[in-house]
Nanobody
Framework: QVQLVESGGGLVESGGSLRLSCAAS???????????MGWYRQAVGKQRDVVAQ???????NYTDSVKGRFTISSDVAEKTMYLQMDSLKPEDTAVYFC?????????WGQGIQVTVSS
């Protein structure tokens, strides 16, 4: 069973930056490279929505509200995915989850809180 552990969240002022990490374990390098990975977020009282995705470590896409501010990347050697978040806004406040999909299997991290104060 693939395990995903997020880190790097916390409290930051509006306009600040944070970098989230998602470390994957119990997965081969081949499967890590082949997977579609993504960051999702869920604000209080709202549904969980996709923020950014990366496929095969190269192809990326972002939801419109974070384009130009967030950057998703991955390190194959470390089997870790990152989300660099710059110019943070209060509306970015949410619990952020990492996700990894291989074939029909989907795995989630436990989630990490990001709070942006105004």
């Amino acid at each position: 069973q693939v395990q995903l552990v997020e880190s790097g969240g916390g409290l930051v002022e509006s306009g600040g930056s944070l970098r989230l990490s998602c470390a994957a374990s119990r997965i081969s390098v081949f499967n890590f490279v082949s997977a579609t990975m993504g960051w999702y977020r869920q604000a209080v009282g709202k549904q969980r929505d996709v923020v950014a995705q990366i496929t095969s470590g190269v192809s990326t896409n972002y939801t419109d509200s974070v384009k130009g501010r967030f950057t998703i990347s991955s390190d194959v050697a470390e089997k870790t995915m990152y989300l660099q978040m710059d110019s943070l806004k209060p509306e970015d406040t949410a619990v952020y989850f990492c996700n990894l999909v291989i074939g029909r299997s989907s795995y989630w991290g436990q989630g990490i809180q990001v709070t942006v104060s105004s």
